[in-house]
């Protein structure tokens, strides 16, 4: 089978993982050039390298360039295979990312498969361990896919040293979701993550977030021994039947009280837009919605990722999207037969 050419320059790893992720479940090879190739370092890292080398593992596939910094892969998936299996990125790498990657293929296994991933978990730039469980798993619970998720320990950039373990359940085909009302509010909680600091850094967080978004719920929690030091802040809504989650994580030079507004903040927006959908969690369910085939959300204005997203999906699967306005910086998401 002749492989679908995927130009990366548009995008970042994104783009490369729905790739992989489509490819093992198609059974479609692709050519990608250009990979990152907008970034300030282009070509793969070793978070990117990661999710080829597992994609290779889990369907005994091959790829042609798979190496640090190249900037052009051809990757052919062979049968995915259910199994146990273990992936150690070695940086602060997102065990997040690489386990999104691998899920949907796992879900059309013809066993229950568990996996175990070290790297980072609570990362900058990628949605942390707790979003993973709290918010996407429920949401694509929705359309019949079945994973639980347990966190080992804690990874903070840039030490890494994280580990999440999972077992996901075949699933057969999805279901179509539509979410496009949000429910009743059911509660709300705020958790700040420390380690290797001093609590009062963490205190000074979370009465920060606490100014701008009241809170009953609302806690400081000390991770378990472990490599490096971080902190970060999570807030939460919950709705009739759909969660979202807003993040924030200490970086050196940013005060405690700054990372403890930008993750509240954050919440005020989403609730303020009257979505049932949060920015980030858009981008993350159009896979399990064109994999469906069909499928609708109103989602909180979708950053960049979402056109470059939906342009590789398209080249994989015979289905169209459309974007239209859902007024009060939302968008209606919705796709179908193409």
């Known amino acids: ?3 679908l ?43 990117h390298l990661t999710c ?26 062979g049968k995915v295979r259910e199994g146990s299996y273990q992936f150690a990125i070695g940086t602060a790498g997102s065990t997040s990312l690489l386990f999104q990657t691998l899920l949907p293929a796992l879900l059309h296994a013809d066993g229950p498969s568990t996996l175990r991933l070290e790297g980072g978990t609570h990362n900058p730039m990628a949605p942390p361990f707790d979003f993973l469980d709290r918010v996407f798993l429920p949401a694509i619970a929705r359309a019949g896919a079945r994973a639980e998720l347990s966190l080992e320990s804690v990874g903070f950039a840039p030490a890494g040293g994280g580990a999440i373990t999972t077992t996901i359940h075949p699933c057969g085909k999805l279901a179509p979701m539509d979410l496009t009302a949000r429910g009743e509010p059911t509660g709300t909680r705020i958790r700040v993550i420390t380690r290797h ?17 009241p809170c009953k719920d609302a806690a400081v929690e000390n991770c378990e021994p472990g490599p490096g030091a971080g902190v970060s802040c999570h807030v939460e809504s919950e709705f009739t039947g759909i969660r979202e989650m807003t993040s924030a994580i200490g970086e050196h030079g940013v005060s405690a009280e700054k990372v403890g507004h930008r993750a509240a903040k954050l919440m005020l927006d989403f609730i303020g837009c009257g979505a049932p959908v949060g920015r980030h969690l858009a981008d993350q369910l159009l896979l399990p919605m064109a994999l469906a085939g069909e499928g609708r959300i109103l989602a909180m204005s979708p950053d960049s990722h979402v056109p470059t997203n939906i342009a590789v999906i398209e080249k994989f699967l015979p289905v169209k999207f459309h974007v ?6 939302t968008k209606l998401i919705e796709v179908g037969a193409a």
Do not use: H
């Not at 600091?197 to 978004?213: N, V």
């Not at 239209?324 to 910086?329: L, N, P, Q, Y």
């Open 1 to 3: 089978m002749k492989p």
């Open 5 to 47: 050419q995927l130009d990366g320059s548009a995008g970042g790893g994104q783009m490369l993982r729905t790739a992989l992720s489509l490819a093992m479940v198609t059974g479609q090879p692709f050519r990608m050039t250009n990979i990152r190739g907008k970034r300030q370092k282009p070509g793969l890292m070793r978070q």
């Open 52 to 77: 080829v080398k597992a994609a290779c593992e889990i369907s005994g596939g091959t790829a042609d360039g798979a190496e640090i910094r190249s900037t052009e892969l051809v990757f052919r998936a």
């Open 197 to 213: 600091l001093p609590l009062s850094i963490a205190g000074r967080m979370l009465d920060a977030a606490l100014e701008s978004f």
């Open 324 to 329: 239209s306005d859902g007024g009060r910086g």
